[in-house]
């Protein structure tokens, strides 16, 4: 049993992890990639919700993990655990605190024109939950996984996954988002109405180590995931084709075509695109783009040339000038998750 958290610093993340330990107890171990100052924290709320001689030894077992190998260890665990439980924390970042308000089907229409007209800003979704989607969804786990909310955020989660699919379905023919407001960030949201269930806890005011009716309605869940996988035997995970960098081609995310990633860690890619393509290295493309687009970075957002990945699509190069055949550079931004592409010799125009 895997627990995932989009915002580390939540400390309810340790109020739901000893409910989830409560619902699996004697039956399952959960693990958690952390570092040493989480064994402690757990260890003090794991006294205070089961006494002061209760040990987490044999029934939470802390995966330890670096800044530089963590992303590493929780793609290895994903794809090993029977069952996940993904926390979203409504301190993630960006998490939005507007309330949408009404449900969808009585929002008035001047509603639509307002957030369409209103500029395009940064993501409202923050980075934690992102990775954890992206993760769950390149190993395809999001069946197998159960998402935990605090009650009163609830509305404002649900709102964002309807609105990330139903945004997520107006592509144009080329599938580019054509959708002006919500960035492709917020729009991978939606993918979690593939998770098998949402529940939702309510953590009273000053306190509370153990959430005894959530950990009921988890029990439960989780024992009708473990239901449906079982006897399913799972394809080994490759991590040669979801982590690392690579000069020859491999198949990648999101659709297994060919590519070459050579100057990037593909886990460190929240959006990579379809079809075979090689990268084109920062160094590259900073000296072609004149000093202007270097300034801008991202067309969209204005994050920094670093924030974004260059490539060329196809599996071969022929350079970036010239009159001839040549590459044509498109960037994804990682922070917003806009395409752009060169524009002329030396800029870098929205597409
Ligand atoms: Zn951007």
Not at 85 to 111: A, C, Q
Not at 194 to 220: Q, V
Request: proline share 8%.
């Amino acid at each position: 049993m895997l627990f995932l958290r989009t915002f580390k610093p939540d400390p309810l993340n340790f109020a739901v992890l000893t409910s989830l330990a409560l619902a699996v107890q004697d039956t399952a171990v959960v693990e958690i990639v952390g570092d040493l100052r989480d064994r402690a924290a757990i260890e003090a709320v794991w006294r205070d919700a089961f006494g002061p001689d209760a040990t987490v030894d044999g029934a939470v077992e802390l995966i330890p993990a670096t800044r530089e190998t963590w992303r590493r260890e929780i793609l290895v665990r994903i794809g090993a655990a029977d069952a996940i439980v993904l926390n979203i924390s409504p301190k993630d970042v960006d998490f939005p605190d507007f309330p949408f308000g009404p449900p969808m089907t009585e929002m008035l229409n001047d509603f639509w024109e307002r957030f369409m007209d209103s500029p395009i800003a940064s993501p409202m979704t923050g980075r934690g939950l992102l990775r954890e989607i992206c993760y769950l969804n390149r190993l395809q786990r999001l069946p197998d996984t159960v998402v935990a909310c605090e009650a009163r955020y609830q509305p404002t989660l649900d709102d964002l996954i309807a609105l990330g699919g139903t945004m997520g379905d107006a592509v144009d023919r080329h599938g580019n988002f054509v959708t002006p407001r919500l960035t492709a960030i917020d729009k991978q949201v939606g993918h979690l109405r593939k998770a098998f269930r949402g529940i939702t806890y309510r953590h009273p005011d000053g306190g509370g180590s153990l959430l005894p009716a959530f950990a009921a309605a988890l029990g439960s869940a989780l024992r009708e995931v473990l239901a449906g996988t079982a006897g399913h035997e799972r394809p080994p995970v490759d991590l040669g084709n979801l982590t690392g960098r690579s000069a020859s081609p491999r198949p990648l995310p999101p659709d297994g075509a060919l590519k070459i990633v050579a100057f990037t860690d593909v886990e460190e890619l929240l959006f990579l695109p379809p079809g075979e393509l090689i990268e084109i290295s920062h160094e590259e493309m900073g000296r072609i783009l004149n000093r202007e687009a270097v300034r801008l970075g991202c067309p969209y957002c204005h994050t920094r040339l670093p924030e974004m990945f260059f490539f060329t699509a196809g599996l071969r190069r022929h350079g970036l000038r010239g009159d001839g055949q040549r590459d044509w550079p498109n960037g994804i931004c990682q922070v917003c998750g806009h395409k752009s592409s060169l524009f002329g010799d030396d800029a870098l125009a929205p597409q």
